[in-house]
């Protein structure tokens, strides 16, 4: 089982549609949760954190996280073609990680017009 | 706020040769700074971590001395690419972390193209 799931996809939403993008993770001890967005050719920028269990809203996203069921997930709300990117979902690594971070292969996501 | 800069953001080498790639935090202290290295349609591989006045921990399988890193600075890390082989291409970026919550902001990248 890989630490950080993700599928792959390519998740194709229509503009305007809410785009919901899942991951899975293997330590339950993991605290610290985060999306990335990445384009292509580009690196990685930070859209979203979040530590406890439920919602956290900014802007057009909302992240959602459930330790229980060893999840966390990005929804996108009015979805622009300019939120065509691959998402990554990283989780801190609480055994020995010190701060590194985890990342899932990432999905992509393409807003059709 | 939190941002990396890196450089030079593209770089072309002979084979044989060495190429040194900066990271710096502009706006706040690193204590620990990252080093990933992305091949095409590939997921980010984490290569090292620094940490400032310290040795840098490396992945396994990551050459620490071909990949030679220096922490001097609280805002400055570098990696240098040492005797250059075209196997050696690849998108490197770094990222940088105070420490808060385990947050990391990337640099842009560094594109290297060995011939």
């Known amino acids: 089982q890989k630490e950080v799931e993700q599928n792959s996809g390519p998740l194709s939403v229509p503009e305007g549609a809410i785009a919901s993008l899942n991951c899975t993770y293997s330590?339950?001890?993991?605290?610290?949760f985060f999306w990335y967005r990445q384009y292509s050719g580009k690196s990685p920028e930070l859209i979203m954190s979040?530590?406890?269990?439920g919602d956290k809203e900014d802007g057009r996203f909302t992240a959602q996280l459930n330790k229980a069921s060893q999840y966390v997930s990005l929804l996108i709300r009015d979805s622009q073609p300019s939120d065509s990117a691959t998402y990554l979902c990283?989780?801190?690594?609480?055994?020995?990680?010190?701060?590194?971070?985890?990342f899932g292969t990432g999905t992509q996501l393409k807003v059709e017009l | 706020g939190a941002v990396v800069s890196q450089h030079p953001s593209w770089v072309i080498c002979k084979s044989g040769t060495s190429v040194k790639i900066e990271c710096r935090s502009l706006?706040?202290?690193?204590?620990?700074m990252f080093w990933y290295r992305q091949f095409p349609k590939q997921s980010l591989m984490l290569m090292a971590t620094?940490?400032?006045?310290?040795?840098?921990?490396?992945e396994q399988g990551v050459e620490k001395d071909k990949f030679l890193i220096n922490h001097a600075s609280l805002t400055l890390s570098t990696l240098t690419v040492t005797s250059a082989h075209p196997e050696d291409s690849s998108f490197y970026i770094c990222?940088?972390?105070?420490?808060?919550?385990?947050?990391?902001?990337f640099g842009p990248g560094t594109r290297l193209l060995v011939l």
């Open positions: 330590d339950r001890g993991s605290q610290s």
């Open positions: 990283a989780v801190n690594r609480p055994t020995g990680g010190g701060n590194k971070l985890t």
């Open positions: 706006d706040f202290q690193a204590t620990t």
């Open positions: 990222s940088a972390s105070s420490g808060v919550r385990e947050t990391q902001y």
């Open positions: 620094s940490n400032e006045g310290s040795k840098a921990t490396y």
């Open positions: 979040i530590y406890s269990n």
